[in-house]
């Protein structure tokens, strides 16, 4: 079955560490995207890429690191500069063919990371 | 960016047709407006789409205002397994693609 796939679907890192949250898609999606969310609150883009070997950031996209090597792989290293990096983490894909054909997103399951 | 207002929060009674709307005065000739939901501590699910004209899928029905400044998700026999926050998105004019952004949307609480 094609999808998204995140994984760990729980991380817990100690304080000061860098930490890589995997995000694999088989969908042949051109567009990938790292989405943060705390309690109770909407989704926050990261970053976000619309083909390989590029990427653009965010609205948050400080302490935060991505590489886009292959079409199918985008990967979100949380790293120790990120000042409050306890939270829910999403990886979403879609087609995007371009902002006036609409187009839906896919979304993982999310990965929740927990720093202590 | 087009924005977009919904309520905070929303209860609806099992089996009876949920509406939620969804007001974007700002919106463009051009932008479609989106429709997602997210069940607690999952990722967000799409529902549907539309640009112009009124839509319906397998999930749900969506009413476009003439004027476009409007919108209504209607779940047309809400179940408990409905419940969730429901996103109504338009996607920013500076990019292209399908960079969503995610407002706090509308809990919408179905009860038995």
């Not at chain 2, 949920?18 to 501590?41: D, F, K």
Request: charged letters at 20%; aromatic letters at 10%; one cysteine or more.
């Amino acid at each position: 079955d094609g999808g998204i796939t995140q994984s760990p679907k729980y991380l817990f890192r100690k304080e000061g560490q860098n930490v890589t949250l995997s995000c694999e898609q088989n969908l042949n999606h051109d567009a990938m995207y790292w989405y943060r969310q705390d309690p109770g609150q909407g989704l926050r883009l990261i970053y976000y890429s619309q083909i390989v070997n590029d990427f653009q950031k965010g609205d948050i996209a400080e302490g935060y690191s991505v590489s886009r090597e292959k079409k199918e792989s985008f990967p979100l290293t949380v790293t120790s500069a990120q000042k409050n990096p306890t939270a829910f983490y999403l990886c979403a894909s879609s087609l995007d063919r371009g902002r006036f054909d609409g187009t839906e997103a896919f979304f993982g399951q999310g990965t929740r990371l927990t720093v202590v | 960016d087009a924005k977009t207002t919904q309520p905070t929060s929303m209860d609806c009674a099992e089996g009876r047709a949920a509406n939620l709307p969804c007001n974007h005065s700002t919106i463009s000739g051009n932008e479609y407006v989106y429709w997602y939901r997210q069940i607690h501590s999952q990722g967000p699910q799409y529902i549907i789409h539309g640009l112009k004209n009124n839509e319906t899928n397998e999930m749900a029905s969506l009413i476009i205002t003439e004027d476009r400044k409007s919108s209504t998700l209607i779940l047309p026999h809400a179940t408990l397994r409905d419940t969730a926050v429901y996103y109504c998105i338009l996607p920013p004019e500076e990019t292209s693609g399908s960079r969503l952004t995610f407002g706090e949307g509308t809990q919408l609480t179905v009860n038995p």
